[in-house]
């Protein structure tokens, strides 16, 4: 519920000469505010939309106050009044350099600053005119309505407000220019910009040919000279100060303008996106009051001001509208980096498709250990904690040997894959682009192209980690027999895996939540080589005195090298093993009786479990039911990890739902067409 909105409802019903009789202009100041609200309430009573060509409802309420007024003096005087003392006693400078902007320097503290603008009710006792200006234009519509405001009415309204401004001068004589408040916000703008600009996360990342001629440093003097040029009303030197500050400003966006190149090759930074944002959102407010202060008729430009205004308003309760921008820059960056290590996950000829199978028939016999190490741990009955635990690290260890011996377990490769395959979009047309027809086609036959590619190396993947798991599985399994007279999977075991992998209990649910982990772990290792390259580490294992002097320089740069091409495969095979043994053990905690279903470890266990049991388990229904559980685990684990990740990636390069349902009709069409391309790929490809 927005701050505002809290008195809502009663004050709306008032007619206007209630309204108008309530106007006191020597009320308190919590009562003059609350029946400046009211007004705006009374104004925005009735639908505010409006049929083409027709003219909204609250310009039409205001039209109507305007003509009582101006045939009433006697309330007129008293609204004036009203007005008078909001015009000097309100800052209305901090309204115009400050609204819309936080006073931290990080996204944390900005995202804390808008959630109490959410959730805290606030109050009209305020001289601020910022928070003054929220509690008045608080609602989704008030932008549309100001904006279609005409211009006699405008000229009308503009002449109401001159005679409260001269009024409020009257009553405090000594600062008699209008522009007053518009002068000290843009003292305060300038300063703004100056100091986020000579912050070192900012300074250090900007391009140096861009800070050559300082303009940063010049804006102090360009703006006082132009200040001082206005309030003498010297005509030329208005111009020429003019001129000289909004050359400076469009040096400093530029300047500005050159922070994300920087960080698309060193990482990306939350934090210096978003000061980035507010020091061009600042230029832009800059610009704007220039043009307001300039202007021999303002009414139009206050007019455009305050509606881009209203619409920041809305926005300043928005953590979407916050996150997005920065959400996007930093999927970017995860897709780009996973992109470059997805190509390696793709097949796209018959070599490929069997050295995929290669690959994959060593991740499954790697894969076979996992399973009895399992079944280890679950015999030493640790707590539940320590269990998952014991669990995760089994499976990050495995995963970590599969990722070293340049193996590959089939379900990791989707959230790798869909970056890739994204990468093929770069030609369709974005938002506000011309439609280029034939590179919009030849980006979507690319990317379905992509998507075949993807389903077969997905195929390959899983039928060489099952063709390697279920023998070695099988061999240990006799071979304990063999030595010991006994399996290493005792029966008890085995009837609890044909109970737990049954896809007539929750199997496909806990599929699907393996699938949501395997994303996570993406995405842990996208942050993880993002913040190994933001920190620069690779360039200190290869230079650092420390670690020169110990390694020496030779092994220093080779040591630099591998960890910066192994540090995303590392920090997902970690992340991926513990969140798969630990993730289920603290949501039991909790009381959440989710667990994970993933297909080469389900199928090792079945394997072991039916060797136990022995060859009368292939007529029971169960063990078939556990077949087809199998099956679909292996689908929701690929599927639901799959579409995350493409959706990530798609949201990263900006890609529009229409273009996202061409796509899909495209992948449909392609699998009706040809159906053997998403399993095996063409004969003499």
Known sequence: MAAAQWWRGKPATWDLTALLNAADPKAARPERHLWLVRLIEWLRHGPAEAAAGSTPR????????????????????????????????????????????????????????????????????????????????????????????????????????????????????????????????????????????????????????????????????????????????????IVRGANFLRALLLRCSAAAASVPDHLAVHGVSVNIVFEVEQLQARCVRLEALLDLALSDTPQRELQSLLVELVRLARERRSLRALLGRQYSLMARKVTERHAETGEHYITRNRAEYADMLRKALGGGAVIGGTTFAKFAIMALGLAPFWAGFGAGLNYAISFLIVHLLHWTVATKQPAMTAPAMAQKLGALRRPGEARDSAADAAAVEGFVDEVTHLVRSQFAGIVGNIAAVIPVVLVVQWLAWWLQGAPLVGEKNAHYVLHSLTLLGPTALFAAFTGVLLFASSLIAGWAENWFVYHRLDSALAHHPGIVARLGAARAQRWSLWWRANISGLAANVSLGLLLGIVPALLAFLGIPLDVRHVTLGTGQLAAAASTLGWDVLRQADFWWCVAGLVATGVLNLAVSFWLALKVALRSRGITLADRRTLYAAVRRRLWQAPRSFFLPERGA
């Open 58 to 237: 609250p310009v039409l309420r205001l039209r109507h106050l305007l003509n009582v007024l101006e045939r009433h003096p006697e309330p007129r005087a008293r609204i004036v009044a009203l007005l008078g003392r909001a015009w000097r006693e309100t800052d209305l400078a901090a309204l115009l350099a400050d609204f819309g902007f936080s006073a931290r320097r990080d996204l944390g503290g900005e995202v804390a600053e808008r959630l109490s603008l959410r959730l805290l009710p606030a109050t009209p006792d305020t001289d601020d005119g910022a928070a003054l200006f929220q509690l008045l234009f608080s609602d989704a519509a008030d932008a549309d309505w100001l904006a279609a405001i005409d211009a006699p009415t405008l000229a009308r309204l503009a002449a109401l407000l001159g005679a409260a401004r001269d009024h409020g001068q009257a009553a405090a004589p000594g600062d008699g220019d209008w522009r007053a408040p518009l002068l000290r916000a843009i003292t305060w703008l300038v300063s703004a910009i100056r100091a986020a600009a000579f912050t070192p996360a900012l300074r250090q990342r900007m391009g140096p040919e861009l800070l050559a001629e300082r303009p940063f440093e010049q804006l102090s003097r360009a703006a006082e000279d132009l200040i001082d040029a206005l309030r003498s009303g010297e005509r030329g030197a």
